[in-house]
């Protein structure tokens, strides 16, 4: 079974930066690919923030181009560098893994505030 270890996030005010870490476990290397982040603030849908596939390449949603940056560590953990935080990036954030067969795998979530 998958599971998705999640660190980073917290409060900070607007402007300032954060670093999310997301570790897999319960799958293996070759069955993954990609892993990155999704958010879902109060109210609204959940969406894209960042994902990197196995081969590198990038998918940004359009809210965080420019000021998020995803980096693959290995094959089962990605970090998130949030910079320029706005009051809009408020959300809790789920890490998700997909695999060559299965379901997608996610995180519980976890919390990031940004106060203006």
Do not use: H
């Not at 999640?6 to 997301?22: D, I, K, T």
């Not at 590198?56 to 949603?61: E, S």
């Not at 181009?65 to 693959?72: E, L």
């Amino acid at each position: 079974q998958v599971q998705l270890r999640e660190s980073g996030g917290g409060l900070v005010q607007a402007g300032g930066s954060l670093r999310l870490y997301c570790v897999a476990s319960g799958v293996i290397t070759s069955a993954v690919n990609a892993m990155g982040w999704y958010r879902q603030a109060p109210g609204k849908q959940r969406e894209l923030v960042a994902l990197v596939s196995r081969g590198g390449i990038t998918n940004y949603g359009e809210s965080v181009k420019g000021r998020f940056v995803i980096s693959r560590d290995s094959a089962k953990k990605v970090t998130l560098q949030m910079n320029n935080l706005k009051p809009d990036d408020t959300a809790v954030y789920y890490c998700n893994l997909q695999r060559s067969t299965g379901p997608d795998g996610w995180g519980q979530g976890t919390q990031v505030t940004v106060a203006s």
